[in-house]
């Protein structure tokens, strides 16, 4: 398969954005699910001109506005104490922000982490074609290779076939990584994540 990267943002020559940057000690630690929403907007903004997603469009890009608009996005997917670990959860705190904006262009549905990793790597295929990435949530996993991405919250930006394995980049702490999905996916664990698969309204 032809490789697919989208284009992607960056702020002082970080991938997108970073926890790390983040002045509130709860968005610091617990902000992945936020700031997924946030790179998810900004991405959109930039690449499909959907500028009412991002309230600080037509700004210069820079860590402070980053952690502006983090604080926007907290009150719809704070921090809690098991994290925003369904994807119903972002679902509805996500989709309560987007509610917020008339005439947002966005739907959204849930692709559940216990589904065959065939459709998996379909819906990925077709979200990326698209030009939308696809949040992911990670919670346990036993191949400790996946040990930075467990209870946690990315973006998938990018996919290819490489040495006959299908790998998807992640977008999350201010990098890019190329990852083997179908490890990725495989958990090990009967509770799961997913996807988050992004659509224009019709």
Not at 56 to 74: C, D, I, N, P, W
Not at 98 to 111: F, M, N
Request: hydrophobic letters at 40%; aromatic letters at 12%; a neutral charge.
């Amino acid at each position: 398969m032809e490789q697919i990267q989208l284009p992607y943002f960056s702020i002082d020559g970080a991938f997108g954005g970073s926890q790390s940057w983040m002045l509130d000690p709860q968005m610091r630690m617990g902000g992945c699910a936020a700031l997924t929403a946030c790179d998810l907007c900004i991405q959109l903004a930039q690449t499909k001109g959907y500028t009412i997603l991002y309230p600080f469009s037509g700004q210069s890009l820079e860590k402070q506005t980053y952690r502006k608009f983090a604080a926007q996005m907290k009150p719809y997917l704070h921090p809690r104490i098991t994290g925003v670990d369904t994807l119903k959860l972002f679902l509805d705190g996500f989709g309560e922000y987007l509610s917020a904006i008339e005439g947002q262009p966005l739907a959204l549905s849930p692709l559940y982490g216990d589904r065959p990793v065939s459709q998996a790597k379909d819906a990925v295929t077709d979200r990326l074609k698209n030009g939308f990435p696809l949040p992911c949530l990670v919670l346990n996993h036993k191949d400790k290779s996946f040990s930075d991405f467990v209870w946690h919250w990315f973006l998938l930006v990018g996919c290819r076939e490489e040495a006959g394995r299908f790998q998807v980049l992640a977008a999350t702490y201010g990098e890019g990584v190329w990852l083997d999905f179908n490890r990725l996916w495989d958990t090990g664990y009967p509770r799961k994540g997913g996807l988050i698969l992004v659509r224009e309204r019709r």
